[in-house]
């Protein structure tokens, strides 16, 4: 019995013209991911890309799982294929089935005839295999209304297709086909999330980090660096940039006042990911704000950092509650990682009463007292660059 992974286009049907540059970029990316998992024959037809293992050696639980890790797509199943003829689809319901469907209760059948010189009608695909199933599955029952599992049969051009657990895909757009961001990734909970959000609407998605060793730890980056590797297994790999902050804060706290650390600090950290974003083609910055959540990001804490850069700044998580930002993470896979207590760059010298409505004269005041062009040419000298991927991280110098 030859089985196949069907992945069902989302969005990407809507596509006019760019459809096929689109396509061929998702089908190049499968190929690339299904190394891990085997040799497998990767095609595409009818808005549905199919995966077939060349043989026994494939790890078909483990493509399937990524496929659904894969944006582009709405619908991921495993399918029995065998030819297009009612005889061998009875035997395929026969063989591939009883086994596979044993204790299942209840079901209906629902038929698509892609292609349309098949003899029978889709109604009468379902009736006949659904008479198929009633005589090969023990104990088993017809329910159009609530039926426990829907046998699915797609008369397609290169043969017929049976499946019965459909699953959801990861939706969204192929990475690749909406430009490039670099996303502000902290240890946070909320930024990873952001950063799968963009990715999800085709962004490819590189990352800044801004460390503050030795006020942060090595423990603190590798959290990071672990939250990278946890989002790469939606987006292959990332490359994350990595800057110390340090002796700016320093500078800061020694200078200017207390209450306005963090929105001098966060002035920094918008200019200097500007000036990364210019360096590594990024056409947008990607941050995890939600609105009001904490003091810097009330309106107009964000209007003040937003006016120091001039590239577009991409908020996903801006109209969230932290509550559906969490649930987020948990389904993705980073929120275990974002709560391990390690320190964060924003978290060290953090003010005791840090201004939810700076006055923009006093910030500017306050921001002279430091050599802010200086200290940010200093910062990016030290500049570093980690790629991730689903397997690690190692230094990556280019
Ligand atoms: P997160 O959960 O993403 O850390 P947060 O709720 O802790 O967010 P802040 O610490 O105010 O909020 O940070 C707001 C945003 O600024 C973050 O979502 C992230 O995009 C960026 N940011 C914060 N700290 C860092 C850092 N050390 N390096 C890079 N970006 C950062
Ligand atoms: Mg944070």
Do not use: W
Not at 271 to 295: D, F, N, P
Not at 308 to 337: H, Y
């Amino acid at each position: 019995m030859k089985e196949v992974i069907l992945c069902k286009y989302g969005e990407l049907v809507l596509k006019g013209a760019n459809k096929a540059h689109f396509e061929a970029m998702l089908v190049r990316r499968i190929r690339q991911r299904a190394a891990r998992f085997g040799e497998f024959a990767v095609s595409n037809r009818q808005s549905t890309v199919y995966i077939e293992p060349k043989d026994e050696l494939c790890d078909m639980d483990g493509m399937l799982d990524s496929m659904t890790k894969m944006f582009g797509f709405n619908r991921v199943a495993v399918a029995a294929v065998c030819e297009k003829s009612m005889e061998k689809i009875r035997e395929c319901v026969h063989e591939y089935l009883p086994r596979r469907m044993a204790g299942v209760k209840t079901f209906k059948v629902e038929a698509k005839r892609a292609d349309k010189t098949f003899p029978l009608k889709s109604p009468e695909i379902c009736a006949e295999v659904g008479a198929y199933i009633l005589e090969s599955v023990r104990g088993i029952r017809v329910n159009v209304q609530n039926p426990e599992r829907v046998v699915r049969v797609e008369i397609r051009e290169a043969g017929a297709y049976i499946h019965f657990d459909q699953l959801h895909g990861a939706g969204g757009m192929p990475i690749g086909s909406s430009g490039r961001g670099l996303l502000l990734l902290s240890g946070g909970i909320d930024s990873p999330v952001a950063g799968y959000m963009m990715a999800k609407r085709g962004m490819t998605v590189d990352a800044l980090h801004f460390e503050s060793f030795p006020y942060t730890s090595e423990r603190a980056k590798e959290k990071v660096l672990t939250l990278a590797q946890e989002v790469t297994e939606y987006t292959d790999y990332m490359y994350v940039h990595i800057i110390s902050l340090t002796h700016i804060q320093e500078e800061i706290k020694n200078k200017c006042d207390e209450d306005y650390f963090t929105l001098l600090l966060r002035r920094f950290m918008y200019v200097l990911a500007e000036r990364m974003a210019k360096k590594c083609h990024c056409e947008a910055l990607i941050t995890g704000e939600s609105l009001g959540q904490v003091a810097s990001q009330t309106l107009e804490a964000i209007g003040v950092t937003d006016a120091m850069v001039n590239i577009p700044v991409f908020r996903p998580c801006i109209g969230l509650d932290k509550e559906e930002i969490v649930q987020i993470s948990r389904r993705i896979g980073t929120f275990e990682t974002s709560i391990l207590p390690y320190e964060d760059c924003c978290t060290v010298f953090t003010p005791r009463h840090p201004k939810t409505r700076p006055n923009a004269e006093y910030v500017a005041a306050e921001a002279a007292k430091i050599d802010f062009d200086a200290l940010c040419d200093e910062a990016f000298e030290t500049m570093y660059t980690v790629k991730v991927t689903p397997d690690g991280f190692e230094e990556y110098d280019k």
